[in-house]
């Protein structure tokens, strides 16, 4: 009621709607399809089920996702929120000074396409909070006058454009419109060899590229450039070669059912490109990544795997010492 209450001191925020638990919030946030939402992932009541997982459960529903602003007493869950696009992160109670400085950086971004250089002056962007007792939504009288000038506006010019057609088309003279004609002749008499035909091939025999995707943003990355990829909770961790890594709202799991040779499963958490693999200890039971020094556990559930990769190396162009 608190973040409820200092949000609603803003004239550019009108509240939408509430839910205190995980199953309500998802279904009021396909219902209302709001701009912001205020998340709380440490909630007092466990069984509200609240977390980052949330964030997961709506990328499955919605291709436009809208700005997550996390709320929690817990500093610790920080970095974690920002390796799932959380827009903000603000620490409860939630103080006026902190929610205005997001606010300017919605308007910066554009939310709403507002160009206004004060808070005050944004369009107003809507808003859910998670975490709090429901609240019945209210729409003023003022807020429903707006719209239908808008609309009698959009009518007026349809109405001016449709004329403006109609007399550039009449316009056209007589010589004109034979040359259309003479042309269009033309190009149907011509042979249909001559027509340049595109198409598009399946791609099956190219390099795999994963795309990791995310509030419109494309990443592409070449398969054979991935050394393992680590599970992080409900998302994983993509390490390349260069020493980058890049996350993905997919479990590990997902990843192994979409994946195949060279990739195999070595551990509850890792899935390791065998292509990368410098040294097999079985004794210590871990995996070297090649040119890193990076080493990977294997479990005894994955034995089989681990030998697998020993046979798969050796049948190669291979001399053992």
Known sequence: MKTKAVAESFQNMSFLAMADNYDDGIDVVLEFLP????????????????????????????????KIIVTTTNDTHCLQSYKYGVFDYLINPIEAKELRKSIFRL?????????????????????????????ETVITEAEISTIEPISAIVQEESVLIAESEILDENSYDRELVENKINISEEVATEPKENNTTFEINGGKDKP??????????????????????QADNNSTDIHLNTGEMITAFKTLKHFEG???YPFVRIHNSYIL??????????????????????????????????DTIIATIASGNYLEI
């Open 35 to 66: 701009d912001i939402v205020f998340l709380e992932i440490d909630p007092q009541e466990p069984d509200s089920k609240l977390s980052l997982g949330f964030i997961n459960e709506l990328h499955r529903y919605l291709s436009v996702m809208p």
């Open 107 to 135: 308007d910066k971004e554009g939310i709403k396409g507002s160009s206004s250089s004060s808070a005050g002056n944004v369009l107003p962007p809507s808003l859910f909070i998670a975490d709090v007792p429901k609240v």
């Open 208 to 229: 795999l590229i994963i795309c990791v995707k995310s509030y419109g943003d494309y990443r592409y990355i070449d398969a054979k450039d991935i050394c393992y990829l």
């Open 258 to 260: 979409v994946l195949n």
């Open 273 to 306: 490109n065998i292509d990368y693999v410098s040294r097999i200890h079985t004794g210590n039971a871990v995996c070297h990544i090649k040119n890193t020094t990076t080493k990977l556990p294997f479990s005894k559930s994955y034995k089989e795997n681990i």
